[in-house]
């Protein structure tokens, strides 16, 4: 196997513009979308032209995948929501806290502009517990 197809099947979490990133949250939110619903939930939107060559170049990437017999084209991801965050949560753990998950939530937590709610907090200590149960189980 080449390796642009190694990379087109997986894309992983880095080497997105801004734009791209900007398209990719449009077409998660909606699940599947056209070139004009990117474009019209776009900030500030390049040209129409513009997003139709940054989708070719996410599915290029392996980010998108295009259903070509629909008029207009449908993109969608190729990954889900979901894997996709704990994929990019990952890198960012690995290459901004050395690894360390402790480190990423103290900052989480302790950040000014993220204000969790008594439920959210109970989730994240059943969350706690149920890994020190695992961990003990092993």
Sequence with gaps: MRSDETERRDPGPVGLS??????MDVVFRL????????HFRMPDPP???TVRGLLRVLV????LEVRKE???????????????GTTVLSHV???FFGGSAV??????????????TQAELDRLSRIVAEARD???GS
Excluded: F, N
């Design 31 to 38: 699940g599947e979308a056209t070139a004009a619903d990117v």
């Design 93 to 95: 753990v690995r290459t």
């Design 134 to 136: 695992a961990e003990e």
């Design 47 to 49: 040209t129409y032209t």
């Design 103 to 116: 480190r990423a939530m103290a900052a989480l937590l302790g950040s000014s502009e993220i204000r969790l």
């Design 18 to 23: 801004r734009r791209e990133r900007q398209i």
């Design 70 to 84: 629909a008029v207009p084209y449908v993109y969608r991801p190729t990954t889900p929501r979901d894997a996709a």
């Design 60 to 63: 290029d990437k392996g980010h």
